[in-house]
């Protein structure tokens, strides 16, 4: 029976698009471009709005389980779906391994443990994930929508600790990267912008999607506009140009009212949340991987326990093979934090505007919100455009699915 309302289905969509990342996303926006960082996240706000209504639309026409895939599939074909199952599943080891690194940054500056002390508790939330799914342990959607609540109770709190804190001082020089540091902080924030697909994987769970689903993707908007908006307003406000330079930007707005109480509070949230993220993220590319190998699009030994009830642990043993390859450069300092939220925005804007070229084919042309999809898309493809040369991940694994697909059409043909 399908339970899901619009309460429970905003803060599930809610939660899909508010992610850890924006506990430090911040500050790396401000890294890039300074007070200017403002309008990345107006523009990338304002993207949002057709973007969501896109996905909505869609989920209401077509109410399906597979989502963004599964419109792909419909529209150009199961070589596209297939590449945006690709770009799925490879965002999640630099996803998981971002996430991770975040709540060992914020524990160590609690704690006054150093770049060792947060990679290393970043490497136990990892492990600790990993094993949880191994075991077959998942958080309920209970327990998730509670942390996505905690998030955003959390954001709320640092705003309003440091809204009478803001200074319009700090908002000068406003550009001083020029504009195309603008772009670039659009690049690294659409990390806090992806999971708008989320809305069309839910459309089954309404009893009535047409109905429900427009609901909740406003109810969303307003959700995600109020926090995004107050959090990079203070940000930039109230720590001027030490925003740049702080690796855990909630830690310092809430200091600005309790003090030192603030970094043991925030440590303890963004571990609980990290730890969250990461365990939901690994358990849901851990099916996606297995759905791959069932379907043809991966190789058929990762399908094994993908069916319900099972844990497919050979795609989560593929998972953490390439986090922890991933979490090596990073310990050791060859990658930053910054690298690897640009690179899992980019694979992720990649499967927003797949997503939105589905839109463009599938839904009634020359209406608003075709149009819509149309500026998003155009929007999306410029996004990408200042990833610079992380386009080679979704190119590569792009070629990576097409070569696997026809690799396995000639083995086919050849027997």
């Known amino acids: 029976m399908r339970r899901l309302g619009v309460g429970s289905g905003t803060a599930l969509c809610a939660g899909a698009v508010l992610g850890p990342g924006v506990l430090t996303l911040p500050s790396l926006a401000a890294a890039a471009a300074g007070p200017a960082s403002l309008l990345a996240w107006v523009v990338l706000l304002a993207m949002c709005v057709p973007v969501a209504a896109s996905f909505a639309a869609l989920g209401a026409r077509f109410p399906d389980g597979g989502g963004v895939a599964t419109y792909v599939h419909r529209a150009i074909g199961p070589r596209a779906a297939a590449a945006v199952g690709w770009w799925f599943y490879g965002a999640v080891p630099l996803g998981v391994v971002s996430c991770a690194w975040i709540g060992g940054k914020y524990v160590a500056d609690a704690a006054g443990w150093g770049a060792a002390g947060a990679a290393a508790v970043g490497a136990a939330v990892l492990v600790g994930a990993l094993v949880s799914n191994a075991v077959g342990l998942r958080m309920s959607g209970r327990v998730q929508l509670l942390l996505g609540g905690l ?9 309003l600790a440091a809204a009478p804190r803001v200074s319009a001082a700090h908002f000068t020089p406003f550009l001083p990267g020029g504009w195309t540091s603008v772009g670039s902080a659009a690049s690294v924030l659409f990390f806090a912008f992806a999971g708008w697909e989320a809305a069309s ?26 926090l995004y908006l107050g959090l990079a307003v203070t940000t930039i406000g109230a720590l001027g140009p030490a925003a740049a330079r702080t690796d855990t930007p909630l830690t310092a707005l809430l200091a600005q009212s309790v003090g030192t109480a603030a970094r043991p509070v925030a440590a303890a949230a963004a571990l609980f949340l990290t730890f969250g993220a990461v365990n939901s993220y690994l358990a849901g590319a851990s099916r996606l991987g297995a759905a791959l190998g069932r379907d043809g699009a991966a190789p058929r030994w990762l399908a094994k326990g993908g069916a319900p009830g099972e844990v497919p642990r050979r795609s989560l043993a593929v998972l953490g093979v390439v986090a922890a390859a991933l979490a090596v450069p990073a310990a050791s300092g060859a990658a930053d934090l910054d690298l690897l939220m640009r690179a899992t925005a980019t694979c992720l804007a990649a499967v927003t505007l ?28 410029g996004v990408l455009a200042f990833s610079g040369w992380l386009l080679l991940i979704p190119v590569v694994l792009a070629g990576a699915s097409g070569g696997f697909l026809t690799l396995r059409r000639t083995g086919r043909g050849t027997r």
């Open 151 to 159: 998030l955003a109770a959390v954001l709320l709190c640092a705003v």
């Open 201 to 226: 994987h839910l459309s089954g769970e309404f009893a009535d999607p047409a109905r429900d689903l427009p609901r909740v993707t406003r109810r969303t908007l307003v959700v995600i506009t109020v």
């Open 354 to 381: 797949a997503g939105l070229a589905a839109a463009l084919v599938l839904l009634p042309r020359r209406t608003p919100l075709w149009y819509g999809g149309l500026a998003a898309s155009v929007l999306t493809a």
